[in-house]
């Protein structure tokens, strides 16, 4: 497959110049200069403004993106850091105020309505005008500093490192000896990891405090009461309130919670232990070593492709295209940034994957995970506008955690033997459920924190437990931990980087289990309607997206009920 692949070109350009490069503000300014004095006297012309200005602001993106992915894939290296601090201190603080008076040109057209009438336009124009109503000139300075310090949570998670049977690793490769069947080997690694967060816990009490200061001062200067109420209207949250979000978390506590108890149950049976300790949750619950699907990035980036390819040919070689243009980066090592992401190219349209696999079980469906999205890229790359392309998290998680469910149907590709395979299903199952207390957990937490932004760290840990008590199971024994317990919610680098976006991963979780139920029904038409739907991009509301997909976007407790009763059947 790998000899016919045709690996994407750039699109000319037609407003920049073909080797124009982001170096500075200065060299940007003229473009910016040139839309704002564009006249726009007809419905044509104002659809190439649109056209002119997404090509400006793809090129930006993706040189955003670069320095990004360089600097989360060498925290280590200055060179890299600088430049990702140049575009966020003295470029990004630049284009936001000349962005918002181009959003305020294009809203007092007289062409405007026309245009909103033609697909997608009527979606882009809504979020338009939803930025001019939130934009404040002085919060400019304020989301510069707040990027400053988010970048500095990377810095401080990449240098995290453990010493295990002599050997320096990052707490992604030691967390692995969570699944072995040697107890006194987990709980020794489990006291390191933990420990060695705690070592940095005052410091990232600090940094996160600070962060709420300064977010809650954006949101004040906006006219919101709160940091919250901003959020919900900056991510363009227009198809369901943070009541429904209470909804949900209180659908999760009744509807997963109870089956959290029956899994640590059954587990602590299985275990024979007297006490089920956190230490105890990895390993599985037979005794029996841990799944190891591959033994390096090499044969993680080729099984993938091969189960990607047997869905459909068209997903493999997305895959294989990224794989020829070095836009995957799988492996965990020192220095490298926690955590994985999808990063989209704008430009070019080919993503860029970045990761910290070691051989676990999670590493294969992170990258199915981060699969789904690189494919969303693919379905998306050839809409008009980078804005159509931009998708909302409900969807763009869809895509992700769909392809974690569908891909089940080839992981023999990773587990030729069939005990393995059904033992990988079933742990990915369990896990799909145990994802939605979790989701619950980070998403009530930060409606409290940033509802109440003047809370002492004291009042934080003791509202973080009474929070996490409500969705974990009550057979797992913390005493002992309870200082490793007050802050696990510092692993989550959501809550630093990108505040309240999380509620999303409950509802495409949802959403994948209702897309995986199409296909176990009918395998072409299930693949035909999660592609459908993922080609809108964002073309439509997420409810039709949703439809699209023939699914429903919904998350009240009957429907959590009805899902999570299937996805026990397929456990059973």
Not at 382 to 403: I, Q, R
């Amino acid at each position: 497959m790998t000899e016919t692949l045709e690996i994407p070109k750039r699109p000319t350009r037609k407003f920049l110049p073909d080797n124009f490069a982001v170096t500075s503000w200065d060299v940007l300014k003229p473009y910016f200069d040139r839309l704002l004095e564009n006249k726009i006297s007809s419905l044509a012309e104002l659809k190439q403004w649109f056209l002119d200005r997404s090509e400006l602001e793809s090129v930006i993106s993706e040189d955003l993106a670069w320095r990004y992915i360089r600097m989360t894939c060498y925290t280590g290296n200055k060179e890299y850091l600088s430049a990702y601090q140049d575009f966020i201190q003295n470029i990004q603080p630049q284009i936001a105020p000349v962005s918002d008076a181009l959003n305020k040109k294009a809203a007092a057209s007289e062409y405007l309505d026309a245009l909103s009438q033609q697909e997608g336009y009527g979606i882009l124009i809504r979020n338009l005008k939803k930025d001019i109503e939130i934009f404040r000139e002085e919060n400019v300075p304020l989301f510069t500093e707040i990027a400053t310090l988010a970048q500095k949570y990377a810095q401080i998670s990449g240098a995290m490192t453990v010493n295990v049977d002599g050997k320096e690793m990052t707490l992604q490769q030691a967390s692995v000896f969570l699944m072995s069947p040697d107890r006194k080997k987990r709980e020794e690694v489990y006291h390191k990891v933990a420990e060695r967060r705690l070592v940095d816990r005052d410091q990232l009490d600090e940094l996160f405090t600070s962060l709420i200061k300064l977010r809650h001062q954006v949101a004040v200067n906006a006219g919101f009461k709160n940091f919250r109420d901003y959020m919900f209207k900056a991510l363009g949250r227009f198809d369901y309130t943070p009541e429904d979000c209470f909804k949900f978390h209180e659908a999760i506590q009744h509807e997963i919670v109870p089956l959290l108890n029956d899994f640590a149950k059954q587990r602590k049976a299985s275990l024979k232990l007297d006490s089920l300790r956190p230490w105890d949750k990895a390993v599985d619950p037979e005794g029996k070593d841990a799944l190891k699907p591959f033994t390096s990035g090499k044969e993680l980036t080729e099984k993938t492709i091969e189960v990607f390819q047997k869905l459909d040919p068209f997903l493999g070689q997305c895959l294989a295209i990224m794989k020829a243009m070095g836009h995957l980066d799988l492996e965990s090592r020192i220095g490298k940034a926690p955590g994985g992401y999808n990063y989209p190219l704008a430009e070019i349209g080919v993503p860029f994957i970045f990761m910290n696999a070691t051989s676990t079980l999670r590493d294969m469906v992170t990258i199915m995970h981060e699969g789904g999205h690189a494919i969303h890229n693919f379905l998306t790359r050839d809409l008009e506008l980078n804005d159509f392309k931009s998708t909302p998290s409900e969807v763009a998680e869809l895509a992700s955690m769909s392809m974690e469910l569908i891909s089940m149907e080839h992981w023999d590709v990773f587990f030729t033997d069939r005990n393995e395979l059904l033992r990988a299903k079933r742990e990915h199952l369990e896990d799909s459920i145990e994802t939605l207390p979790w989701v619950a957990t980070i998403d009530k937490f930060q409606h409290w924190i940033y509802e109440n932004p003047n809370h002492t760290t004291e009042e934080r840990r003791k509202m973080w437990n009474k929070i996490f008590d409500q969705f974990t199971d009550s057979h797992t024994d913390w005493s002992g931990l309870e200082t490793a317990k007050d802050y696990l919610w510092q692993k989550q680098l959501h809550l630093y980087e990108v505040p309240f976006y999380y509620i999303e991963y409950g509802m495409a979780q949802l959403g994948a289990i209702a897309v995986w139920r199409n296909f176990r029904k009918d395998k072409t038409l299930g693949l035909q309607g999660y592609q459908n739907a993922l080609k809108l991009g964002y073309l439509r509301t997420i409810p039709e997206i949703y439809k699209a997909a023939n699914i429903k976007f919904d998350f009240s407790r009957p429907y959590i009920k009805e899902l999570v009763s299937f996805v026990r059947s397929e456990i059973r």
